[in-house]
């Protein structure tokens, strides 16, 4: 089946780590994203990928670092920096940047203790 | 990217239609309407865009009003698992980089 995966569904981490989420899709899209989730809240753009090799911040970016080595995958690392990591963090992707609809994984809850 | 405004909830019985509106006053003429919903805990899955026409699809309608300051989605036939946040976004299409702003969106329970 199609789809993105995001593991582990749920990663608890002492403060001061640098963790990574990972992204993961085979619908062969351009696109990737990682949002970020807070308990009531809408979604925020944390950073996007166009393309391989290419991606740009978005709304949230700083404390977080992302690669897009490849076209199926867009890990997210949370990094010390982030000056309050614990959230619900999600990927999605889309064939391409634009108006294209968007899939998302189910999302990895990460808690920093 | 325009700034949506959607109530925080609503209830809706089931096998009924739900009404869920949507206020995007400053939306240019380049920005789509886009809804989403959340199930709790879940990723959110998209339902369906528009332009400036009516759109229908499996899931749903997508009514946009004349002057494109306000949508409104509905669900035909409301079910239970129809229960979850649903998301109006508007954004600017093309290549060259955007942003989608995901508001706080509105709970909607279906009840039995």
């Known amino acids: 089946d199609g789809g993105i995966t995001q593991s582990p569904k749920y990663l608890f981490r002492k403060e001061g780590q640098n963790v990574t989420l990972s992204c993961e899709q085979n619908?062969?899209?351009?696109?990737m994203y990682w949002y970020r989730q807070d308990p009531g809240q809408g979604l925020r753009l944390i950073y996007y990928?166009?393309?391989?090799?290419?991606?740009q911040k978005g709304d949230i970016a700083e404390g977080y670092s992302v690669s897009r080595e490849k076209k199926e995958s867009f890990p997210l690392t949370v990094t010390s920096a982030q000056k309050n990591p614990t959230a619900f963090y999600l990927c999605?992707?889309?064939?391409?940047?634009?108006?294209?609809?968007?899939?998302f994984g189910p999302g990895t809850r990460l808690t920093v203790l | 990217d325009a700034k949506t405004t959607q109530p925080p909830s609503m209830d809706c019985a089931e096998g009924r239609a739900a009404n869920l509106p949507c206020n995007h006053s400053t939306i240019s003429g380049n920005e789509y309407v886009y809804w989403y919903r959340q199930i709790h805990s879940q990723g959110p899955q998209y339902i369906i865009h528009g332009l400036k026409n009516n759109e229908t699809n499996e899931m749903a309608s997508l009514i946009i009003t004349e002057d494109r300051k306000s949508s409104t989605l509905i669900l035909p036939h409301a079910t239970l698992r129809d229960t979850a946040v649903y998301y109006c976004i508007v954004r600017v299409g093309g290549t060259g980089g955007f942003k989608t702003i995901f508001g706080a969106g509105t709970r909607l329970f279906v009840k039995a």
């Open positions: 619908l062969n899209h351009d696109a």
């Open positions: 999605a992707s889309s064939i391409r940047a634009g108006t294209y609809e968007q899939f």
């Open positions: 990928s166009q393309i391989v090799n290419d991606f």
